[in-house]
Structures are given as structure tokens and as C-alpha cells.
């Protein structure tokens, strides 16, 4: 989810050129469906704005920089001007486009959704799907969520990425003890 362009700063784009990896690529801007689709055919894109629900059309903010496009109508980043464009974008739970598709298993769950991921992630499965890494955008004002959802579902964070990665957590199923 938030999947975006599909190669720059994309963390799935070297699965896909260089290891035969396909997958589900997910973002409430329709302007990088073409860019997917010539770029990522192994993929396939999906314009929703992925949250806890389904089935509604809501609000979403386009930014001047699409890469901070976000639900947060008054959001800022720092002191730049986001120039934020209101736009309406269909919903879907992460679940839902999982079934409707008929993915029964996922191996990679890489989400950056600009502060929305806990709503997602309250409309995901994870015991069904039990992905067996996640990576997750995680703002300190999301971060107390974040964690205890993967807490509640037996998941432990991976700090070894930390210093590579000082803005994704990274997460695995706990080991059996």
C-alpha cells in the first residue's frame, strides 16, 4: 500500500527486476496506474484508498508532492506548503482486495500510507495472511499503534534494519517458543 512510482524509492521494485517476484501494488492515486502497468508487469495496481472499510468513496489529499498525498486534510510537512487538492478515491480493506484477487497467502506486506496505517492495518487479516515480513512506514505519531498491533498478533520488530532504515520498522512472526 502507497505503492506510488513504481521504481523510485519503491521497495518492491528490485523483488520484482531482479528476483522474478510479483505482486499487488496499491495506491489512492490513479496518476501511476500507467507508470505500473509499463514499468511493473508482473504486478498488478490497484487504485483504493485502503483503509478499515469498504466500499466508499472518501476524501483524499493530493499534494504538490505526490509522494506526501495523504487522508489528513491538514497535514504539514515541516514548513513546506503541501498544496494539498482534494480528490475522492473508492475504499477497500486490505483483506477485501486480497480475496477479491485470490491471494490466500502473503510472503512481503510493505506499507507507507502517510500516518493511515493503522486504519489499514485494522482492516487486514493478519492471522490469515500471517505475512512473514512486514515493512512499515512508522511516524512517531502512529508508532504506539503500529507496534501494538503487531504486539497483539505475535509479531516481533526486527531492529537489525534500524541502521539502514530510520523510517520503515520492519516486523516477523514471533518464533515458536
Known amino acids: 500500500m502507497g505503492a506510488a512510482d513504481p521504481d523510485v524509492n ?13 505482486g499487488i501494488g496499491v495506491d489512492a492515486l490513479p496518476d501511476y496506474r500507467v507508470a505500473w502497468e509499463v514499468q511493473r508487469p508482473h504486478s498488478r495496481f490497484f487504485n483504493y484508498l485502503v483503509t478499515d472499510h469498504a466500499g466508499t468513496v472518501d476524501p483524499f489529499y493530493k499534494a ?4 506526501l498525498s495523504s487522508t489528513i486534510k491538514d497535514r504539514t510537512w515541516g514548513d513546506q506548503n503541501l498544496d494539498l487538492q482534494e480528490i475522492e ?5 486490505l483483506t477485501k ?11 512481503l506486506l510493505s506499507m507507507d500510507i502517510e500516518e493511515s496505517e493503522p486504519k489499514a492495518l485494522a482492516g487486514f487479516d493478519i492471522e490469515r495472511f500471517r505475512p512473514q515480513l ?7 505519531r502512529v508508532q504506539p499503534q503500529i507496534q501494538a498491533y503487531f504486539d497483539a498478533h505475535g509479531y516481533e520488530r526486527i531492529e537489525r534494519y534500524r541502521a539502514r532504515d530510520d523510517v520503515n ?5 514471533r518464533a515458536a517458543r
Open 97 to 107: 482486495l486480497l480475496d477479491d484477487q485470490g491471494v490466500a497467502h502473503i510472503d
Open 89 to 93: 478515491v473508492p475504499t477497500i480493506t
Open 10 to 22: 519503491n521497495t518492491t521494485y528490485y523483488l520484482e527486476k531482479h528476483l522474478g517476484w510479483s
Open 169 to 173: 520498522w520492519y516486523f516477523t512472526p
Open 134 to 140: 512486514v515493512c512499515i512506514e512508522a511516524v512517531e
Open 64 to 67: 504538490g508532492v505526490r509522494t
